[in-house]
C-alpha cells in the first residue's frame, strides 16, 4: 500500500510540474506575440532595433525547449514589453 501511494505522489508532482512548464511556454509564445503587434505602433528606429534584438534572443531562448531556456524568454520579453509600455506613455 505504501508503494502505491508513493507512486500517486510522484505521478500527481510530475503531472503538475509538466503542466507547470507548459503555463510557461504559453506565456513566452504571449509575450512574442504582444511585442510582434506592438511592433507596428514603434515609431523611433533605435526602439525598433532594440525590440528585434530582444525578439530574437527570446526566440533564441524558447528554442533551447528548456525551463531554462522557457524561464529566459518570459524575463526577456517582459523586459521588452515594459519598455514598449514606457515608451508609449511617454509620448502621450
Given at each position: 500500500?505504501?508503494?502505491?501511494?508513493?507512486?500517486?505522489l510522484f505521478?500527481?508532482?510530475?503531472?503538475?510540474?509538466?503542466?507547470s512548464?507548459?503555463?510557461?511556454?504559453?506565456?513566452c509564445?504571449t509575450?512574442l506575440?504582444?511585442?510582434?503587434n506592438?511592433?507596428?505602433?514603434?515609431?523611433?528606429?533605435n526602439?525598433?532595433?532594440q525590440?528585434?534584438a530582444?525578439?530574437?534572443?527570446?526566440k533564441?531562448?524558447?528554442?533551447?525547449n528548456?525551463?531554462?531556456g522557457?524561464?529566459k524568454?518570459?524575463?526577456e520579453?517582459?523586459?521588452t514589453i515594459?519598455?514598449?509600455?514606457?515608451?508609449?506613455?511617454?509620448?502621450?
Open positions: 500500500m505504501n508503494r502505491s501511494v508513493l507512486l500517486g505521478v500527481t508532482a510530475s503531472m503538475m510540474a509538466s503542466t512548464f507548459a503555463a510557461s511556454e504559453d506565456l509564445a509575450n506575440q504582444t511585442i510582434e506592438a511592433k507596428a505602433q514603434i515609431q523611433a528606429k526602439m525598433q532595433s525590440v528585434d530582444s525578439v530574437q534572443q527570446a533564441a531562448h524558447q528554442a533551447m528548456t525551463k531554462d522557457t524561464e524568454c518570459i524575463a520579453t517582459q523586459r515594459q519598455e514598449l509600455q514606457k515608451t508609449s506613455s511617454s509620448n502621450n
